[in-house]
């Protein structure tokens, strides 16, 4: 049996040149948390999580590797659900009588599901390697191109609607087909203004996609939904404030000809099937590297393809590539975020980034993810210990 033996975390952070800034926060950094599972024959599976406080996160990996050392490291099921139990009360949980640490407490749950993602998307690697197969065809998916769209238009300070404008007109120029802009930091009057310059910019036929990041309440996001539609919108993206819920996402859809995309922001299947059952989105944008990990994210495609609803996972496509191969039926494709110069870290942290040629990224056929991590970058922009 292959055994796990290790864990590690390597935190890492590339300074963006300027700050940005989506509707709801600022980014000062492209950041991701790398994980490493080691097993006792000589495996080495690495992991991806996009999440904050890292440091929070990278300790709820130490105490999950405290509970999974010595299982069954192909058992990935097995040892998600063992660790995913940890989320709620058991009875003899708090007095820890079976061995285990006491329940997850509630305000610690997005940093424990992501770390959860960064330990179960390792495995699927250890699981690919020991088969010697890339993950897709452990999964019976065929290689073939998977179509991608380039997303920017991050807000900065200074800038004008024409140099958005330039911004995504230039993914086109790189071969893009499809690309997404921020959006829903101004006025109604002012977006639409600025969503007009951008679709004249890039010509009538790239699809755009408007990222919203939960900036509307549901009157006002109606409201918005009619001032853009113009435009050729192919997707609403985390159109309604954090707190709305299926039914009001429902009563947008119906309201609106614009499809809707949701999900970076949910943690489990189970509220992502809500949205896709009750709510009417059609693009499901769950992010196995943010929380849960890959074996969630197949279980929530297989529910999508029941439904009719369409893969759209939020960033990563080194990993939700696999994913989108995996269930062919019901993909829209992967998120981009253009070249190396706009996705310094993404391109930088691996020696083969997903090839991208017409609008499309192509994966490799190394076996697992076939992440091929550069060291040197990995020490260069190595944050705290
Ligand atoms: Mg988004």
């Known amino acids: 049996m292959t055994r796990i033996a290790s864990f590690a975390t390597h935190m890492i952070s590339v300074p963006r040149p300027q700050p940005v800034w989506t509707a709801h926060e600022e980014s000062k950094a492209w950041s991701v948390i790398l994980t490493e599972v080691r097993t006792d024959d000589g495996l080495v599976g690495y992991g991806e999580i996009h999440g904050a406080p890292m440091k929070r996160i990278c300790e709820w990996v130490r105490r999950f590797g405290e509970v999974a050392n010595g299982l069954d490291a192909l058992a990935n099921v097995a040892v998600w659900q063992k660790l995913f139990a940890l989320t ?48 897709y065809r452990l999964l019976g998916g065929e290689s073939r191109p998977i179509f991608t769209y380039a997303t920017g238009g991050y807000y900065r300070p200074d800038a004008a609607d024409a140099d958005y404008g330039r911004e995504l007109a230039q993914f086109i ?45 549901l009157p006002d996001c109606i409201e918005f939904a009619k001032a853009v539609e113009p435009h050729k919108i192919f997707w609403l993206e985390e159109p309604l404030h954090w707190y ?100 310094p870290l993404g391109y930088g942290l691996f020696r083969e980034h997903p090839a991208l040629r017409d609008g499309h990224v192509h994966l490799g056929g190394q076996p697992g993810f076939g992440l091929e991590i550069d060291w040197a970058f990995v020490d260069r922009y190595r944050r705290g210990p």
């Not at 940093?111 to 690697?125: E, P, R, Y």
């Not at 009057?189 to 004249?200: K, L, S």
């Not at 996972?313 to 706009?342: D, K, M, N, Q, Y």
């Open 88 to 135: 709620s009360p058991r009875p003899g949980g708090i007095e820890g009588r079976d061995g285990l640490p006491p329940p997850i407490p509630r305000g610690e749950r997005p940093q424990a599901m992501a770390a959860l993602a960064g330990i179960d998307i390792a495995l699927w690697d250890i699981k690919g390697k020991a088969a010697g197969l890339p993950v």
């Open 173 to 217: 120029e790189f071969g893009y087909r499809a690309v997404k802009l921020k959006t829903g930091a101004g006025s109604l009057a002012a977006e639409a203004e600025r969503i007009g310059a951008v679709r004249r910019a890039i010509g009538d036929t790239p699809l755009l996609m408007l990222d919203m990041n939960a900036a509307y309440d």
């Open 244 to 343: 709305l819920q299926p039914a009001d996402f429902a009563r947008l859809a119906a309201a609106t000809s614009i499809p809707l995309a949701h999900g970076e922001r949910e943690l489990t299947r189970f509220s992502i099937r809500d949205f896709i059952v009750q709510g009417g989105i059609r693009y499901v944008q769950f992010d196995a590297t943010r929380s849960a990990g890959f074996t969630e994210a197949l279980r929530i495609a297989q529910l999508a393809e029941q439904h009719g609803a369409m893969l759209a996972p939020h960033t990563a496509p080194e990993i939700h590539g696999h994913l989108c191969l995996a269930a062919p039926r019901c993909v829209f494709g992967v998120e981009s975020h253009g070249g190396p110069e706009a996705d």
